[in-house]
Nanobody
């Protein structure tokens, strides 16, 4: 079975940076779309970023994180990264790595087939 394991969450001050990692196994990484989502208390799951590994790949970001977050992959390591900069208290959430079989970008969490356990990011004011 496909497994995704996030790491790198923690506590950071406003304006700080953090890099999340997602290690994938049990799949062919290059044929999947990878995404990051987040969910804060009392809020619905929110799209953060996604990347495809088809040709040169394409990338999309949620409006709330555009310009501050960067998604990338290391195919040799089967790892997806989310580099977060300029963090704000409103970025506080549980962050989830996700993957789907179809190599098309999607902002809909329901279109993703596999999910990690989540990693907590807390930004203090």
């Amino acid at each position: 079975q496909v497994q995704l394991v996030e790491s790198g969450g923690g506590l950071v001050q406003t304006g700080g940076s953090l890099r999340l990692s997602c290690a994938l196994s049990g799949r062919s990484f290059s044929t999947y779309t990878e995404g990051w989502f987040r969910q804060a208390p009392g809020k619905e799951r929110e799209f953060v970023a996604a990347i495809t590994q088809w040709g040169d790949g394409t990338i999309a970001y949620g409006d709330s994180v555009k310009g501050r977050f960067t998604i990338s992959t290391d195919n040799a390591k089967n790892t997806v990264y989310l580099q977060m900069s300029g963090l704000k208290p409103e970025d506080t959430a549980t962050y989830y790595c996700a993957a789907k079989v179809t190599p098309y970008l999607s902002r809909n969490p329901r279109s993703y087939d596999y999910w990690g356990q989540g990693t907590q990011v807390t930004v203090s004011s």
